[in-house]
């Protein structure tokens, strides 16, 4: 693997059964739905999006859902999934790019590792762009320099002993431990921050920017943002 886009476009196994997957899709939807404004209809982009199993649940709560991945193997793949669904659109780059102050709300989450981090300050910039005045910026699963596999795993046991999944939890760690997601975290890495220097990048980057009271999503130990468009 050459990057993390080539990694995720291709197949992998980061959930280790099809309850994880609906619990872990459970919990961040509704994490992140707590961080936005409370009113409907908001204009909503997932940046990174992944297979978003969320989507449906967010368009659910009556908001219109756009869709980003930068792999064109996902952007595919979701693609298919809501053809046909009037509240969920895919976007590919072109469509990004002429997305200038079209969106109330963008959400991120487990995208922060991946980017390095002397392209970050101009994601950020971008994702400015891309709001109105007055938009929401919802960041999720930023990882700590003093955190690591360990505490990865910690969460994802604690997670697995509450909904249920624990066997199929164990076996995964077995799976993850020969396969390519930790060869490639290994050769690639992961881009971590503090809360303070995330912070000060929002800042930089033109938002009001908080640090949420708890992550989205099940892994409590990383880090959860806000930040406001002026």
Known sequence: MTSWTEFWGGK???YVSARHVEAHFRRLTE?????????PGLRILDYGSG???GAPSLAALGHQIALYDAAPEVQARIARRYDGDPRIAVLDERAL???DGGFDAIIVSSVIQYIPRD???ATIAGWRRLLAPGGILVIADVMRPDAGM???VADLLGFAWKEGFLPAALLGLARTFFSDYRRTRRKLGLARYTGREFLELLAAGGFQAEALPRNPG???HRLGFRGIRP
Request: glycine share 0%; net charge negative; proline share 15%.
């Open 12 to 14: 992998h196994s980061i």
């Open 97 to 99: 790019a002429s997305s």
């Open 119 to 121: 392209a970050l300050p």
């Open 51 to 53: 297979d978003a199993l």
């Open 150 to 152: 360990v505490e990865d």
């Open 218 to 220: 099940p892994n409590r």
């Open 31 to 39: 994490d992140l739905a707590a961080a936005l404004p409370p009113q």
